[in-house]
């Protein structure tokens, strides 16, 4: 990850001796107040619809509460850009929200009545913040299972209502998940760039992603590339202290589970009509749209574009899941031994790939490899007199880099948990019966850690499959993926050419979903 980041710093740094940080002077500004208008608004939505629904489903029993416990996760399968493009084919003037207006008032125009634009800024917080409350849901929620009920228990007893002790207790106590959730929501709209192109925001990724396309303005995009970098730290370290926060909060636990209210009459009505609200905006609207767009366009042309872009996808999905996978098992051995605290904070640093934009790790990607590509042309010809070409940059080297950087933090995040989990023990005992190296990777560590092998290589494929900045800028002539095909029919006003390889993408999406759920059935049992 130190790559890209200090290239960027010195592109940066060199532009603004060179006096060229025009372009940066004035569209900062811009950039930045959309940025912080659209991340401020969306976190206010998510946390606000994630802490009640969370608060729902844990502390009342209403109908299909079973159903929603695991559902309102389900929202996370949609990438923001699938979510920005089915919405505007719904509600948009050929959609069916405004047929139905047309049929009702009997006008034929767009100038015959009144409808909200949804390609604007509250309809990008309202369809980012509908895919990405699960952020804010799945932290609250975990955390009131965590926590004890004897402080609730305490407030009830003592004559508060249920409302007065969410207020009193609940939502004060709940600050830890709350900052975690929304900070993981704020990092999706830093790294989002289709979602914020197609609504006519100007975040800072889309700005870089244009200068770099449009104006071929590296020390322009480099100091708002650097900009972005800065904006992430801040929230990481939100983040990381939030986390300390709740992990203090959870020590607190007496075990004594949420009891849990049975909720009659209007008051179950409203907390079943809440959650269908929020699994309809956030699952049921993009894909009923994407399975209705793809069954009317069903042809043999639409087959073959899916099929034509599905190979190169699966792909970059495979050997960029191998390699990330090699080097999170790497990287987890080493922290599971006996490491250095640099080794420890090099690991740790090289794991925030994650937090970073694709767009900023592509755009510091891009000239380092171009310049190796160079000085590897010029040994060759020196040498051999051939010239090979572009090796790395341009080429799908370049994109598993970019991908092993981006989702390193995943993969080994869940070995790592893995080797916790299973401890040294197995390791010292293969070592006293005379076992090293290779031959205890082969007959310990692979065996025992081969779920956990399995989960890592499964997660990092499906965000390879959804991935899109950093493909746009890193791809090799010719080479489409899935979410580069929508992406391209989408920005020529044909996304609906491209739904059944977006709803490809989605149903990749829902694997980490069904394997979380399955996770959570396991725990209860």
């Not at 192109?197 to 650097?226: C, E, M, P, R």
């Not at 000085?375 to 070409?389: D, E, I, K, Q, S």
């Given at each position: 990850?130190?790559?890209?980041?200090?290239?960027?710093?010195?592109?940066?740094?060199?532009?603004?001796?060179?006096?060229?940080?025009?372009?940066?002077?004035?569209?900062?500004?811009?950039?930045?107040?959309?940025?912080?208008?659209?991340?401020?608004?969306?976190?206010?939505?998510?946390?606000?619809?994630?802490?009640?629904?969370?608060?729902?489903?844990?502390?009342?029993?209403?109908?299909?509460?079973?159903?929603?416990?695991?559902?309102?996760?389900?929202?996370?399968?949609?990438?923001?850009?699938?979510?920005?493009?089915?919405?505007?084919?719904?509600?948009?003037?050929?959609?069916?929200?405004?047929?139905?207006?047309?049929?009702?008032?009997?006008?034929?125009?767009?100038?015959?009545?009144?409808?909200?634009?949804?390609?604007?800024?509250?309809?990008?917080?309202?369809?980012?913040?509908?895919?990405?409350?699960?952020?804010?849901?799945?932290?609250?929620?975990?955390?009131?299972?965590?926590?004890?009920?004897?402080?609730?228990?305490?407030?009830?007893?003592?004559?508060?209502?249920?409302?007065?002790?969410?207020?009193?207790?609940?939502?004060?106590?709940?600050?830890?998940?709350?900052?975690?959730?929304?900070?993981?929501?704020?990092?999706?709209?830093?790294?989002?760039?289709?979602?914020?192109?197609?609504?006519?925001?100007?975040?800072?990724?889309?700005?870089?992603?244009?200068?770099?396309?449009?104006?071929?303005?590296?020390?322009?995009?480099?100091?708002?590339?650097?900009?972005?970098?800065?904006?992430?730290?801040?929230?990481?370290?939100?983040?990381?202290?939030?986390?300390?926060?709740?992990?203090?909060?959870?020590?607190?636990?007496?075990?004594?589970?949420?009891?849990?209210?049975?909720?009659?009459?209007?008051?179950?009505?409203?907390?079943?009509?809440?959650?269908?609200?929020?699994?309809?905006?956030?699952?049921?609207?993009?894909?009923?749209?994407?399975?209705?767009?793809?069954?009317?366009?069903?042809?043999?042309?639409?087959?073959?574009?899916?099929?034509?872009?599905?190979?190169?996808?699966?792909?970059?999905?495979?050997?960029?899941?191998?390699?990330?996978?090699?080097?999170?098992?790497?990287?987890?051995?080493?922290?599971?031994?006996?490491?250095?605290?640099?080794?420890?904070?090099?690991?740790?640093?090289?794991?925030?790939?994650?937090?970073?934009?694709?767009t900023v790790l592509a755009l510091g990607l891009l000239q380092p490899l171009g310049q190796a590509d160079l000085w590897f042309n010029r040994l060759t010809m020196t040498v051999a007199h051939w010239r090979p070409g572009l090796i790395l940059s341009g080429s799908m080297a370049a994109l598993l880099y970019v991908y092993s950087i981006r989702f390193l933090a995943v993969s080994h995040s869940t070995l790592d948990a893995a080797m916790r989990k299973r401890?040294?023990?197995?390791?010292?005992?293969?070592?006293?019966?005379?076992?090293?190296?290779?031959?205890?990777?082969?007959?310990?560590?692979?065996?025992?850690?081969?779920?956990?092998?399995?989960?890592?290589?499964?997660?990092?494929?499906?965000?390879?499959?959804?991935?899109?900045?950093?493909?746009?800028?890193?791809?090799?002539?010719?080479?489409?993926?899935?979410?580069?095909?929508?992406?391209?029919?989408?920005?020529?006003?044909?996304?609906?050419?491209?739904?059944?390889?977006?709803?490809?993408?989605?149903?990749?999406?829902?694997?980490?979903?069904?394997?979380?759920?399955?996770?959570?059935?396991?725990?209860?049992?």
């Amino acid at each position: 990850m130190g790559l890209p980041i200090l290239w960027l710093a010195f592109g940066a740094a060199n532009a603004t001796l060179g006096g060229s940080n025009g372009f940066a002077a004035t569209m900062l500004p811009i950039s930045l107040r959309e940025t912080s208008v659209l991340m401020l608004s969306v976190g206010v939505v998510t946390g606000t619809a994630g802490l009640v629904a969370a608060w729902l489903v844990t502390h009342y029993e209403f109908p299909l509460r079973r159903v929603f416990d695991w559902a309102l996760i389900l929202p996370l399968a949609v990438p923001t850009y699938l979510a920005a493009y089915t919405y505007v084919e719904f509600i948009g003037f050929v959609g069916p929200v405004q047929q139905m207006v047309r049929a009702i008032t009997g006008a034929t125009t767009i100038k015959q009545y009144w409808f909200p634009d949804i390609r604007s800024e509250w309809g990008a917080v309202l369809v980012l913040s509908s895919v990405l409350y699960p952020y804010v849901y799945a932290s609250c929620r975990a955390f009131f299972l965590m926590q004890s009920a004897s402080l609730n228990i305490a407030a009830r007893t003592l004559g508060a209502s249920g409302w007065r002790t969410f207020f009193t207790v609940t939502l004060p106590l709940s600050r830890p998940p709350i900052v975690v959730g929304v900070t993981l929501a704020m990092m999706e709209i830093a790294n989002d760039l289709g979602a914020v192109q197609y609504f006519g925001i100007n975040s800072i990724t889309a700005i870089i992603y244009s200068s770099w396309i449009n104006k071929s303005d590296f020390g322009g995009a480099a100091q708002l590339a650097v900009m972005v970098v800065l904006v992430i730290g801040l929230l990481i370290a939100a983040e990381q202290k939030a986390r300390k926060d709740r992990v203090y909060l959870a020590h607190r636990d007496s075990r004594v589970p949420p009891a849990r209210e049975e909720l009659r009459g209007g008051k179950a009505l409203l907390a079943l009509v809440y959650c269908l609200i929020l699994l309809g905006l956030g699952f049921g609207i993009p894909v009923g749209e994407l399975t209705y767009l793809a069954l009317r366009r069903l042809t043999p042309e639409s087959f073959g574009m899916t099929f034509n872009a599905l190979v190169p996808t699966l792909t970059l999905a495979f050997f960029g899941a191998m390699l990330t996978v090699i080097i999170g098992l790497f990287a987890a051995r080493q922290t599971s031994g006996r490491v250095s605290r640099l080794g420890q904070n090099v690991i740790r640093l090289s794991t925030l790939g994650y937090a970073i934009p694709g767009t900023v790790l592509a755009l510091g990607l891009l000239q380092p490899l171009g310049q190796a590509d160079l000085w590897f042309n010029r040994l060759t010809m020196t040498v051999a007199h051939w010239r090979p070409g572009l090796i790395l940059s341009g080429s799908m080297a370049a994109l598993l880099y970019v991908y092993s950087i981006r989702f390193l933090a995943v993969s080994h995040s869940t070995l790592d948990a893995a080797m916790r989990k299973r401890g040294n023990s197995m390791l010292d005992a293969g070592r006293v019966l005379g076992e090293r190296g290779l031959g205890l990777l082969l007959r310990v560590d692979l065996p025992t850690l081969t779920p956990a092998i399995l989960t890592a290589a499964t997660l990092v494929f499906v965000e390879i499959i959804k991935e899109l900045p950093a493909t746009l800028l890193l791809r090799p002539l010719g080479v489409d993926t899935l979410a580069t095909v929508v992406y391209a029919r989408a920005n020529v006003a044909l996304f609906a050419e491209a739904a059944l390889p977006a709803l490809f993408i989605v149903l990749a999406g829902l694997v980490p979903v069904v394997l979380a759920t399955q996770l959570g059935v396991r725990r209860k049992v």
